[in-house]
Every structure is written in C-alpha cells, then in structure tokens.
RNA sequence: CGGGACGUAGCGCAGCCCGGUAGCGCACCUGAAUGGGGUUCAGGGGGUCGCGGGUUCAAAUCCCGCCGUCCCGACCA
C-alpha cells in the first residue's frame, strides 16, 4: 500500500511523473470540459504571487493595466493575413445568442438567434487593441503607449496537457505603440529582459534568450524573441514571447498619429506575452521524485511548522511554541500544522509532495533543550537532510536559508542546463544522434534556410528554439549549416520542445 | 483525421477467456488506542458495471451498434 503513495519516477515515464506532481500537489485538477483545467487554490496563489512580481514590473517600466473585450468581430482577425492564418485552425467562436427547444428534447441554437457576424473568442487581442490604439493615438505626444492587460484566452488545440498547453489560460499581454522603430524594437528587448529576470531569479528557472527563425514567427510580427528554458528530460519550453510588429497592425488598424513635422505616420507596435505555461515550466524545472519542489521566494507556504506530541497536556505546550516560532518570523510566509489527527510522518510527506521549502518541526524534547528540527526541501549530495539547532539560530538564520535555497536551485537548474547542452555540433549524424538519444539543446550553425529547418523537423521532431543572444552564443563562428553544409548565416539552438 | 488501448464506488484496479449474490486497495464516516518519516484495530456508508439493442431461465461477463476518455502521430503564436 505504500508502493501506491509513490510516486511514478521521474526517469520512467516523465509526462506521468508530471501530471502526478501537478494533481497531487494540488495545483491543478481536470475539468468536465475537455482541455480545460481547474486551477486549485495551492496553483493559483502560486500563479498570483507569479503575477504580482511581474505586473510590479510592468509598472515599473511605465505600462498601465486596462482591460479588452473576450469577443472580437471576426471579420477583425482577418484584416492581417499572416495573424488570422496563423490562429484560423484554433478558434472557439460565437454564432448564436439563443438556445430554444430541439425536435429530441434537447437544446439548439436558435436559428432566429444567429449573429450577423460571428463573434470569436480571443486567441490573443492584437486587433481589438489596436482598433482602440487608433482612437487614443491621434500626435506624436500620445506616443509611446504602453498597455498590458490580465487576461484569459482560448485556444482550441488538438491535445492539451496541465498547464503546458490548455484550450483556455490565462495570461498577460503587453501591446504598445511607439513613434519610431527603433523605440519599438527597445520596447520588445527590454520586455523580454523583465521576462528572462523574473524567471531566473524569482523561478530560478534559467533561459536561452534570442530571436526565433521565420517559421517560428508570431503570425503578423515582423520578428520575435523568447525565453527557452530546459526542462529535466531535456525538452525545450517557451516560456515567453516578446514581439515587435513593425507597422504591420497599424496599418490594417489606421493607427496613426502626427509628427512633430506635422507628417502622418503609422505606429510601431510591440506584444509581448506570458502565462500560465510558467508554473508547468517551474514544476518539470526543480521537482523530482518526492513531488513539487517551489522556489521560496514564489512558495505559498515558505516554511511550515509540524508540531509533535504524544499526549493532550503535550500537545498544548507543542502547539504554542510552534505558534510562537510562526509569530518570531515576520515576513515569512508560514503555516503550523496543527491537525491533530495525522501522524508527523504523514504530514511530512504532504508538505513534501507540495513543494515547501523548509519544515521546522517541534516536539517536548525539543522544548525541553530549546532547540528545533529544521529541514531543506532539497538538499545537496552528502549534506543532512534535517539539522537539529538551537532555536534562536533558526529564527534568525531562515530569510538567509531562503535566500540560499532560492540561489542554490537556480545554480543546479544551470547546471542540468549546461550539461545538456552541446556546443559547435557539426556532423549532421552527431546532430541526430544527440537530439534522437539523450536531448538537449544544440548549438549549429544555420543556413537561414527553411527547407534546412524543415527537413530536420520531419526528420528528428527538433525545431529552432531561437537564433540565441550574443552572451549565450559559442566562441567561435559556426562554419556551415549542419543540415546542408552551405555557410551559416547564423548559430542557432535545435531541440525538442513542449 | 490515422494507429493503439481503455471505460466496474471519489481515485487506482481485479472480476470477463469458462454467464449464476459486484469485489480489492486508497480515500471518506464513527469509536478507541497511537503520534520524532505514509499508525493500528473494530465498525460503517457509497455502484443504473459508459449507453442502446440482441442471445439466454439468467449478462459486468457472449454478440452487434453507438458514445466517451487516454496514449502515439498529424497540429501547437
């Protein structure tokens, strides 16, 4: 019966080791409608405590928060060609507004109902948001306008999986309006920047930041960045999108405003993008066999305190102290659990599998000689998976234990990351035999051509992540494409991805 | 849309081949003892066996049809 509390390792099988930790660390359930999730309270306060970090963020560089329509016209999406080819084949849309008694007993929409034009459900709100943008922007002086919104969006894809790709999500979208190009194309580095910063050290989920290849493209950019992290069986996640648009929507939205010279001139737009998808990235990034592992600055609960006794009288003197040590660290985030009808061994468990990143535990003997239990979610190879230490010594020591954690996870998820990685690969055979066996991401060099790219997707299922950013680049220049031989214009990171 | 598997209690499954009182584990409820790594004992509640039809004295079990779910592909800004 105890085989039946383990969970599936990690090594095995990972998408069942995934969708265990996801469900039974409460993060997340099934909902009746397919593809959709439930997000349980434990994954939402998570996902809120995502949320408050970067809309801080976005305040800090000057955008505001407002709010856009769930329903766009269609005939909306279809006034950028590139966008609504792009989201065509994955659109929920709204045809009728009334349901009326069928011939079987059951409902229909009511033909006398049907909308003139149908309504979609927004894959994503560039063309609501720009056909307001042509509204507010009327002269250089209303540049640059910087707009994010919290939102939900429906995708309608073919297989969904928790949090990594769901039919509805919620996320963020930035969208902006510059004067000029080049302030557009800061605006989207800069984006990406908050992106990648927050994920690495808030997450400690590191990335790869660079620029995506022509096929991997936003529908309607002129190009696009992201943040590609590794997961723990070497699969690629975009973990989030940064777009510059060029005047691509301005000018199928008329958005346009008056130069300081009194000339007309269509605006720069920049979107940028994440979402839920980052807490399934923060799950495959650090748990393992055990459960969730939560990073302790993003950790609902940061330490959580198990008192332990034997009798009532006991259990008394136990249950004040550890409200106690609750009380003596302020500004940590903390729980006592004081169910009285579990075992300690049973608890512990419980809050291993919900990622806590420490457990004080507290018991008579430990009253007795002023000392407490304390132990790390992780620990490294070879240290102590509880230490026994004097109590004050805890209380002062935990915000730098946390912090400590917080680093030393980024540092091992670098690590697994590095190791992973295969620089200057130049066989096409050697290419082959990484991305076909142990996966991870590879470093080539490219031609620039899609036939190259798309050959290597048909043949291996690797597609490029992105054309990485000059820090994350190999020393020296790539001498040929991997694929066809023929110079390269550029390196490029190959892998499998979610 | 192709290939494969599965549908029996909230969850995980056995039973089906060979038809005959619907079972097990976990979870849940009650009581007592327990409590420093998944406590123990005793008692209890919970089911149109995915749906429809057929064969039969009798169907979870055999036959036919349908529906649904999952996995592998295709798809995935």
Same mark, same amino acid.
């Given at each position: 019966m105890a085989d039946e509390k383990k969970l599936t390792g990690r090594d095995e099988d990972y998408s069942a080791w995934y969708n265990e930790v996801v469900l039974r660390g409460e993060l997340a359930d099934y909902s009746p409608v397919r593809g959709c999730m439930v997000i349980r309270p434990y994954g939402y306060r998570l996902w809120e405590l995502m949320r408050d970090q970067l809309d801080r963020r976005f305040r800090e560089t000057g955008h505001q928060n407002a709010y856009f329509p769930l329903f766009i016209p269609q005939s909306f999406l279809s006034r950028e060609a590139e966008h609504v080819e792009g989201f065509a084949k994955e659109m929920a849309i709204v045809t009728h507004t009334r349901l009326k008694a069928g011939p079987d007993g059951g409902l229909v929409p009511d033909?006398?109902? %049907?909308?003139?034009e149908p309504l979609v459900v927004r894959p994503t709100s560039e063309t609501i948001i720009y056909e307001m943008f042509a509204k507010w922007v009327q002269s250089y002086r209303d540049l640059p306008l910087l707009i994010n919104q919290w939102a939900n969006v429906v995708r309608w894809e073919m297989r969904t999986r928790l949090? +990594?790709?769901?039919t509805e999500f919620l996320w963020q979208e930035g969208h902006t309006a510059h004067a000029t190009h080049q302030e557009a194309e800061e605006e989207s580095r800069r984006m990406l920047g908050v992106y990648r910063e927050f994920m690495e050290e808030w997450m400690g989920m590191p990335v790869v930041t660079g620029r995506k290849s022509p096929s991997e493209t936003f529908p309607g950019a002129d190009h696009t960045y992201a943040c590609e992290a590794m997961m723990q069986d070497n699969r690629a996640l975009q973990a989030g999108t940064s777009h510059h648009l060029g005047q691509n929507f301005s000018r199928q939205f008329n958005l346009k405003f008056a130069t300081e010279s009194g000339a007309e001139e269509y605006a720069y737009n920049t979107s940028w993008g994440t979402s839920t998808r980052m807490v399934g990235g923060l799950v495959m990034t650090h748990s393992d066999d055990a459960g969730l592992v939560i990073p302790p600055r993003l950790a609902p609960i940061q330490v959580v305190i198990v008192p332990i006794a034997r009798k009532d009288d006991e259990w008394q003197t136990v249950l004040e102290k550890a409200l106690s040590v609750a009380a003596a660290l302020p500004g940590v985030r903390t729980h006592v659990?004081? &169910? &009285?009808? +579990?075992t300690p061994g049973a608890k512990f468990y419980e809050w291993e599998i919900r990622g806590v990143p420490f457990r004080i535990e507290v018991g008579p003997k430990d009253i007795e000689k002023q000392q407490l239990v304390l132990a790390r979610r992780v620990v490294a190879d070879?240290?102590? &998976?509880k230490e026994f230490l004097p109590e004050a010594e805890v209380l002062n020591s935990l915000p730098a234990r946390l912090e400590d954690f917080q680093e030393w996870l980024l540092m091992r998820a670098r690590e697994r990351r590095e190791s992973n990685s295969y620089r200057g690969v130049t066989s096409y055979d050697e290419f082959r035999q990484i991305i076909e066996g142990p996966g991870g991401f590879v470093y080539t060099g490219w031609c620039g051509g899609s036939s190259c790219e798309e050959r290597v997707k048909e043949e291996?299922?690797?597609?490029? %992540?992105v054309i990485p950013d000059e820090e994350f680049r190999s020393v020296e220049t790539p001498?040929?494409? /991997? /694929?066809?031989?023929?110079?390269?214009?550029a390196e490029v990171v190959w892998a499998r991805s979610y």
């Open positions: 033909p006398e109902s %049907r909308l003139e949090f +990594l790709r769901t659990d004081d &169910r &009285r009808n +579990l070879g240290e102590a &998976r291996t299922r690797a597609t490029i %992540r001498k040929g494409c /991997v /694929v066809c031989g023929q110079p390269a214009t």
